[in-house]
């Protein structure tokens, strides 16, 4: 089973950047396609990047196109966020996702949250004004 941990949130003033991380002990992270996803209270969980699980296609959400990378460290076994010019709309908890046990075209990633079936905790990121 997979245990994804999301890590690197925190509060930053407008314009700043953070890089969050999203490890895995169990299983090869590289194996699946991932993705980033934020939720706010009283609104559902929203898209925010993805990446296929190999030759590292990416996709973003238009509200982080050009401001947020991610990537992959497969030594690491992890999946990164790296988030630039934060905006205080930015301000979410931030979720990483997998998809592990559905059947996966190879080098697609996915931008819905019914594509994945392991989710982490989150992590907290606050942008101040």
């Known amino acids: 089973q997979v245990q994804l941990v999301e890590s690197g949130g925190g509060l930053v003033q407008a314009g700043g950047s953070l890089r969050l991380s999203c490890a895995e002990s169990?299983?090869?992270?590289?194996?699946?396609?991932t993705g980033w996803f934020r939720q706010v209270p009283g609104k559902e969980r929203a898209f925010v990047a993805a990446?296929?699980?190999?030759?590292?296609?990416?996709y973003y959400s238009d509200s982080v196109q050009g401001r947020f990378t991610i990537s992959r460290d497969n030594a690491k076994n992890t999946v990164y966020l790296q988030m630039n010019s934060l905006k205080p709309e930015d301000t979410a908890v931030y979720h990483c996702?997998?998809?592990?046990?559905?059947?996966?075209?190879?080098?697609?990633?996915?931008?819905?949250?019914?594509?994945?079936?392991?989710w982490g905790q989150g992590t907290q990121v606050t942008v101040s004004s």
């Open positions: 996702a997998a998809r592990v046990s559905r059947i996966t075209v190879t080098h697609s990633y996915y931008t819905s949250v019914q594509d994945y079936d392991a």
């Open positions: 169990r299983r090869t992270l590289s194996n699946y396609p």
């Open positions: 990446i296929s699980r190999s030759l590292g296609r990416k």
